[in-house]
């Protein structure tokens, strides 16, 4: 690491063991110590980092608040984290244009209480919102519960600055609603999981804040039914902003951590919330209530902010009681096409008895994205095999269904073993090759998204 | 040519003078002809085609409509033309999961027909849409006026199954709402006007039929209270589906083509739709109706479908007019942020007064998009020189006040010698390199976006 200190401004750089053990892993459970730590102040330093980087063919990883599920700000082979905590300011919001301007470390939740007081609205919510950064959101293209109805983060990005592994700037994208000049960089950065390039500016989309939100919960005594509502809802044509579900493992484990009052005999629950006109979403709360009550649930509607927070409360404490159960449970984050639903979840019950494995499942059921909790061990060898196995199988039964094995947290080194179950031959030739283009020297988070380079 | 009638169906061949002259120019009004067109009726008939290409070194170029405003479809040096008549199927609605897959001859008007009776939209909505097929919307990422709600062509496609040059087949993306498993070719190939790869299938998101319309004229009679009425819309929160502006010169062109009772002294109108549930949309209209009076216009709402269809009369006659005034026109296609649309309009006639030359602005004001008419001849040597210092000095003003050179129309051949005013070096070697990577004999529909292939 010799220069690179010199390169950086005071305190920049660190290779404190302290340190390097605290970069070393992320939300994915994996780990492994990085060389150093820098703190770069501004598009200057990355580009001497990069380039430092480039000189001495040492691999770099951009780093938010590691809060990723797939281990994409894992440092492998003693790479240099780039970390952005100093890199957070909120640069520009364009109230009349609906643009803000943002460095990559800006917490996703503090632009979104900066911005409402505006009547403005950034809607990418993943769980971790109010710790994870902007940047690692774009990088993994976040999604979260509103994805189902306002898109997710690429659908945000306008445009990108960034550094090339090799130190040079690039420009992506527009600051106007629309342009078409040239092959979308933009939207190939977003979600390439820190493999192309180190993003040191992002220009968002933002939305007309919603007038009115109404949160409404139904309890199902049977999960086919409630797979039903979901269905539809969907085909009812009216668009909630949340869709999410959860099934009787989740809530017993939500139950039994922090009990919230439901009922034991629940088999699944959907949280819906609506935003929109005030009037406009009472007609339509109404019809989604009778809905989910033709199906037999029960049902209750909450308006108010208090009343809207108490139904949020076991959707909120479900990650933290399921990490309480189960410290070294596997998540998956599989989608299926809408309608699949209902299936998926049966068919997650039979895998569940024939391996004599928990399997908890909660989700975006709105996006038919839906997060299965391996409830086991990986740190135990002899369940560590049974996990693989059953997270295979839980892959190939959603890509049966016309899935994907990744809704929203990307690939990263925990799924870059599968990749050749989705993405084919020629289809995964040509992303190595852009691969290739941007980091000939392959320095840029090498190891993830990709097993190997080798082309076919 | 030898050869490649042979491996196609029957009639799947022409090199006959007339067809050769038919589909060897485009909606530019740039042309050359092709050495053959080719009628493929499936996905192997293209991979046959392009391996044919591909081994003999021959450019081939994909063509849907010919309704592109750059010279996308139009073959240079003798290029084969693919053509999609035959490939224009509507292969499945899925009515559950709001998506559709279809072949790329299939025409926009057709598919939003089909669609509309199950309750279901397909936003995009080019000027050419009863014309222009799905293929070429993706091609170029074609927007129209419903983009400023709803987006442009690319937030509807999740999959495209494609044939790289040298006629392997890639398929990309997902059949769900979310994915993030490696790069977003999709995206990449959206908008990349035909130069990666050969689309055969197309994936799209659909989305629920809004409930009602409400259409909006509000005629001004200054610009720049036009131009403050547009900026007003946007931050009063309010989104309206459609928000297009005509200038006094347009209104003029329009009135002296077929007159639709417009007041002479107009100087700019505005266009506006609302869609969404009824009451909603009722109180949005009042609110846009006292913003545009607030500002001087006389306004008029319409809610059944005849007089709605009545106020945009003077829009959909604008194309027609203008040509008949004008048929060596040229028509560009800026963007800039909403909030600068009165000094872009301002900018716009002086420079017209300077150059003693007609420029008359319509478009989709709601995303900043204009459509700028250089009204002299571009067949006339001595025009042809002012129109060409006309369109640098547009263009500079444009990205001056922080906007792109193309929203819709995309770069094909007329823009493509003004890509470096945009898209600066290290940028625009990414783009080199990933043409290369999928195209790396440069047949992929070879001279569009890029003047040339040499990277720095």
Redesign the interface.
């Known amino acids: 690491m010799k220069g690179l200190k010199d390169i950086l401004p005071p305190d920049g750089f660190s290779d404190a063991p302290e340190t390097l053990v605290c970069y070393g892993f992320d939300a994915s459970g994996t780990g492994s110590k990085p060389s150093a730590v820098v703190w770069p102040e501004g598009t200057d330093d990355v580009a001497r980092i990069s380039k430092f980087a480039s000189d001495n063919r040492i691999a770099i990883v951009p780093r938010g608040a590691g809060t990723g599920m797939t281990g994409g700000a894992v440092p492998l082979n003693g790479a240099i984290i780039i970390s952005f905590e100093r890199m957070n300011r909120i640069l520009e919001v364009?109230?009349?244009?609906?643009?803000a301007l943002v460095e990559p470390g800006v917490i996703n939740g503090q632009l979104q209480r900066e911005i409402e007081p505006m009547?403005l609205f950034y809607p990418p919510d993943p769980a971790s919102m109010h710790f994870c950064t902007i940047g690692g959101n774009v990088a993994?293209?976040a999604?979260g519960p509103r994805?189902?109805k306002y898109?997710?983060t690429?659908?945000y990005v306008l445009g990108i600055e960034a550094v090339?592994p090799d130190g040079?700037?690039?420009?992506?994208g527009?600051?106007?609603?629309?342009?078409?000049?040239?092959?979308?960089?933009t939207?190939?950065i977003?979600?390439?999981e820190g493999t192309l390039c180190t993003m040191t500016r992002i220009r968002l989309k933002l939305a007309?804040?919603p007038q009115a939100v109404t949160t409404i919960l139904a309890v199902f005594d049977d999960l086919r039914k409630c797979g039903s509502a979901v269905?539809d809802i969907?085909?009812s044509?009216?668009?909630p902003r949340v869709l999410e579900l959860m099934d009787r493992e989740t809530i017993k484990a939500v139950e039994s951590y922090k009990p919230t009052g439901l009922p034991a005999d629940a088999e699944a629950l959907l949280l819906i919330e609506l935003d929109?006109?005030e009037?406009?979403i009472a007609?339509?709360a109404e019809k989604v209530s009778n809905l989910c009550k033709a199906l037999g649930a029960a049902v209750n509607v909450a308006v108010s902010e208090e009343q809207r927070q108490r139904l949020w409360e076991a959707r909120r404490s479900l990650s933290p009681a399921l990490f309480h159960i189960s410290p070294g449970k596997v998540s998956e984050d599989i989608?299926?096409?809408?309608?699949r639903i209902p299936d998926l979840l049966v068919r997650l019950r039979s895998l569940s008895k024939k391996r004599g494995i928990d399997i908890v499942s909660f989700g975006?059921a709105g996006?038919?994205?839906i997060h299965v909790n391996i409830m086991a061990d990986r740190n135990d060898p002899d369940q560590k095999e049974i996990i693989k196995k059953v997270v295979k199988e839980v892959f190939e039964i959603c890509l049966e269904m016309?899935?994907?094995?990744?809704?929203?947290?990307?690939?990263g080194t925990t799924?870059a073993g599968h990749?050749g179950l989705?993405?084919?031959?020629?289809?995964?030739d040509?992303?190595k090759?852009?691969?290739?283009?941007?980091d000939p020297m392959n320095i840029m988070n090498p190891g993830k998204?990709f097993v190997n380079r080798d082309r076919h």
Chains 1, 2 share one sequence.
Request: glycine share 16%.
């Open positions: 364009d109230e009349k244009n609906l643009t009547g993994e293209n999604g994805a189902v898109g997710v690429r659908d090339l040079r700037v690039i420009n992506t527009v600051r106007t609603m629309k342009g078409v000049v040239g092959y979308d960089l939207g190939l977003v979600g390439s007309p804040l269905s969907t085909s044509l009216i668009v929109g006109q009037r406009a007609e339509d989608v299926v096409p809408r309608s975006h996006d038919g994205n016309g899935g994907t094995i990744s809704g929203e947290h990307g690939v799924k990749m989705e993405v084919k031959g020629p289809a995964l040509m992303m090759g852009i691969k290739e283009v941007f998204i």
